[in-house]
T-cell receptor, first 112, second 113 residues
Framework: EDQVTQSPEALRLQEGESSSLNCSYT??????LFWYRQDPGKGPEFLFT???AGEEKEKERLKATLTKKESFLHITAPKPEDSATYLC?????????????FGTGTKLQVIP | DADVTQTPRNRITKTGKRIMLECSQT?????MYWYRQDPGLGLRLIYY???????NKGEISDGYSVSRQAQAKFSLSLESAIPNQTALYFC????????????FGSGTRLTVV
């Protein structure tokens, strides 16, 4: 069974304090890995797709990296507006259809 | 206007009632999805549709049904609502390649009392 595990569940940072969020996965036939940002009361917003080990993507203060077993979302010098829940998801092909398994997310709070 | 619009945003209904959640998208995508989100469980797939004539069950389809009225419209029905269907429901759409992930609506918060 495909599994996606995110850690930590919650993270509290001071403004400017860099850190990383982890997403570990076990899926059959990895077709890539997605990162999303979700603000309270809203739907997840797509951030990145990573396809192969060693790939990196950047957007403002966020950088996502991928290995064969896990992905990291690095947050450099975060600001309060980076506070949100960050979700990772992996699409795989099992049971004859494409299925996306989501992690439960890391809730990030950045304190001014 | 939002790319994916869900109505209603909030709904309280009684056990046993039938309820429909509606979703429309302006992305022009063929693929549409319904997910529910529960604390600690993440997003789980209820139904998905790859085009108007193709509808498939997801991992938690029991107690739900869907209708794809057009490329842009995908509705979710709870035939007889029960309290454990209280959750946040999201509609999403994607292109056929999937490389840009999903575009989600803002969700419907459903409470069954």
């Amino acid at each position: 069974e495909d599994q996606v595990t995110q850690s930590p569940e919650a993270l509290r940072l001071q403004e400017g304090e860099s850190s990383s969020l982890n997403c570990s996965y076990t899926v059959s036939g990895l077709r890539g890995l997605f990162w999303y940002r979700q603000d309270p009361g809203k739907g997840p917003e797509f951030l990145f797709t990573l396809y192969s080990a060693g790939e990196e993507k950047e957007k403002e203060r966020l950088k996502a990296t991928l290995t064969k077993k896990e992905s990291f979302l690095h947050i450099t010098a975060p600001k309060p507006e980076d506070s949100a829940t960050y979700l990772c998801a992996v699409p795989s092909r099992s049971g004859g259809y494409q299925k996306v398994t989501f992690g439960t997310g890391t809730k990030l709070q950045v304190i001014p | 206007d939002a790319d994916v619009t869900q109505t209603p945003r909030n709904r309280i209904t009684k056990t046993g009632k039938r309820i429909m959640l509606e979703c429309s998208q302006t992305k022009g995508h063929d693929r549409m999805y319904w997910y529910r989100q529960d604390p600690g469980l993440g997003l789980r797939l209820i139904y998905y549709s790859f085009d108007v004539k193709d509808i498939n069950k997801g991992e938690i389809s029991d107690g739900y049904s869907v209708s794809r009225q057009a490329q842009a419209k995908f509705s979710l029905s709870l035939e007889s609502a029960i309290p454990n269907q209280t959750a946040l429901y999201f509609c999403a759409t994607s292109d056929s390649l999937g490389g840009y992930g999903y575009t989600f609506g803002s969700g419907t918060r459903l409470t069954v009392v």
